[in-house]
């Protein structure tokens, strides 16, 4: 580095300003491509509910919709001992003996409410098929788990744009075969391509317009664009959900704002920051250019001169292709690396239990998961808030840490009780959906230019083993209600010890190199106390970096 001279990307394109046109136009399409990442992520919610049911008595005649309501709600003794069995009716029994105590499977099949129409009532997932559900659940997270560690790679490889546009199709596509499913395998399938095509959407997004935008507009985009356009799309989908009750028809709908992105091609750029890295110095220029001529600011003769961005690209010489190695290869991205993947796994398995865990609490299914992804979009906001005025590490440790409390309460909660255990999940999922939304902020602050996309893949990739594990701690509610909450809150306070090691990025600019990632904070944060910790870098012929403590 020649001392004083370098400048970073921020500072070579100010002249672009903070919300011109361009800038405010990548916000809106951008932050709109979350909505369907939105509900995609829990639209199982709906599609895969369990109605109420009970045996089939005979299958010998044929009842109507006001029959089939009357005896969910009028059951007699003689019809079945619970939900996957029945008495057995004997010659010498008559119905309203209710002297049967001999049962026998539902081998007439089953009655379900019309309320909704799920893929359970189609193909019969309950009783001994009851493991289907969050099977086929924990396989759309399977999904996500692919999607997460591929989409790095190919977007740090191949450019953030293609890769966006590309997922965006597979999310839209799958669902709208998947709507068409002649089997639950059929089914699965398709549901694990979606995950594959939602996340890798979400992500690329991110990185997109974070890469795009300068710091200031940068987290304002993260927070109050991005994460409140997933909201939106978690609130949408119970209002699609209470008019549109037959899941077929439901996927249809999630399918079609996908196709409205399509013109979208000839708007949104390729990240200019991405180009440059790659050398590409020229269709680097034209983005910014085009940008200006948006924004209606005058444009440099040159903008990226070779003296001012060395830092910014690889010469042709040393031109290098990162791989995963690069996140451990070096002492300061190894101990981001490794604290990041714990965060992720632990926060996304608290988020997404808590979110999936809705058609379970007492009460109106599409009220609470309305009232659910309020929380999130009332987290969101309150994050943007306290972003500016609380250091990073110390508001990700609030908002884990009130999680875990107000779920861990519940314990203390009596079990008739149902409203304040209500209560208290709603307020547990703030604190995560807070974290949730913050950890893309803070982790696309820590983890370099050159490595960012994997980064951010191999973090998600790992917080999809925990979200595949999800649905199955759910289902231990079947047995001990509090139980799926209590493990929640340990995991949600476990991590919120682990966030304080991580450096402060706030008023910080985005790292471009590996050389500039942060060391973590270690036992000099307790001290108050102004400690070089340095990392030598031995792969890096750069600088030793430092950083207070």
């Known amino acids: 580095m020649s001392g004083g001279k370098v400048k970073d990307f921020d500072e070579l394109t100010s ?42 008595v005979s299958g010998n005649f044929t009842r109507t919709d006001a029959d089939v309501e009357a005896t969910l709600q009028e059951r007699n003794s003689w019809m079945e001992a ?14 309203t003996a209710g002297l049967c105590n001999e049962t026998e499977p539902c081998v007439d099949g089953w009655i379900y409410s019309t309320e909704r129409y799920t893929i359970v009532s189609e193909w019969d997932l309950v009783c001994d098929n009851a493991w289907k559900v969050p099977f086929s659940t924990s396989l759309f997270f399977v999904g996500v788990l692919i999607g997460s560690f591929i989409s790095g790679q190919l977007s740090d490889r191949f450019g ?14 799958t669902a709208l075969i998947q709507a068409a499913s002649v089997n639950w395998v059929m089914f699965c399938v398709l549901n694990c391509l979606r995950g594959l095509g939602q996340i890798s959407n979400y992500i690329t997004s991110l990185i997109l317009g974070s ?28 209002l699609f959900a209470y008019f549109i009750q037959g899941w077929r028809m439901l996927l249809v709908a999630a399918a079609i704002p996908g196709f409205l992105f399509i013109p979208t091609w000839c708007v949104i750029p390729e990240s200019p920051r991405w180009l440059l890295q790659k050398g590409r110095v020229e269709e680097a220029e034209l983005v910014v250019r085009k940008a200006a001529n948006w924004n209606r600011v005058p444009v440099p ?13 690889q010469n042709k010489e040393e031109e290098q292709t990162y791989t995963y190695m690069d996140l451990i290869r070096t002492r300061n991205m190894r101990n981001i690396t490794i604290s990041g993947v714990f965060i992720w796994m632990s926060v996304s398995m608290v ?15 599409y009220l609470n998961c309305f009232l659910s992804a309020v929380i999130d979009l009332v987290a969101y906001i309150a994050t943007w808030l306290l972003i ?16 875990g409390i107000m779920l861990l309460i519940m314990k203390l909660v009596p079990e008739d009780m149902d409203v304040v255990s209500q209560v208290l999940a709603l307020l547990g999922k703030m604190g995560v959906s807070g974290a949730y939304c913050f950890i893309y902020v803070f982790f696309t602050e820590l983890i370099p230019t050159v490595v960012r996309n994997m980064g951010l893949g191999i973090a998600s990739t790992a917080a999809r083993i925990s979200s595949i594990i999800c649905p199955y701690v759910i289902y231990v509610g079947v047995y001990n209600k509090v139980l799926p ?22 008023n910080n600019k985005l790292p471009d190199l590996i050389s500039q990632a942060k060391p973590i904070r270690r036992c000099c944060w307790a001290k108050e106390t102004s400690t070089a910790c340095s990392d030598t870098n031995e792969d890096n012929k750069d600088v030793s970096r430092s950083a207070t403590c």
């Open 15 to 56: 002249f672009l300003g903070d919300y011109g046109l361009f800038q405010i136009l990548m916000i809106v399409l951008l932050s709109l491509s979350a909505v369907p990442c939105g509900y995609m992520g829990v639209i199982v919610v709906f599609v895969s509910d369990t109605p109420e049911h009970h045996c089939n």
């Open 82 to 95: 619970d939900s996957c069995s029945r008495c057995k009716l004997r010659a010498n029994c008559t119905e």
């Open 160 to 173: 953030r744009r293609p890769v966006f546009f590309c997922t965006m199709a597979l999310q839209t596509v």
């Open 211 to 238: 890469e795009m935008l300068n710091q200031s507009t940068r987290v304002n985009f993260t927070l109050l664009g991005h994460s409140l356009g997933f909201g939106i799309g978690y609130a949408l989908l119970p």
């Open 301 to 313: 003769e040159v903008i990226f001169r070779a003296r001012e961005c060395s830092d910014l690209m």
């Open 351 to 365: 988020f997404y239990g808590l979110s999936l865990n809705t058609s379970n609490l007492n009460g109106n299914i």
């Open 388 to 403: 500016k005025r609380a250091p990073r590490p110390v508001l990700l440790f609030s908002t884990l840490m009130f999680c």
């Open 485 to 506: 909450y209590l493990i929640f809150g340990t995991i949600s306070i476990m991590a919120a010890v682990v966030s304080v090691l991580l450096p402060d990025t706030r």
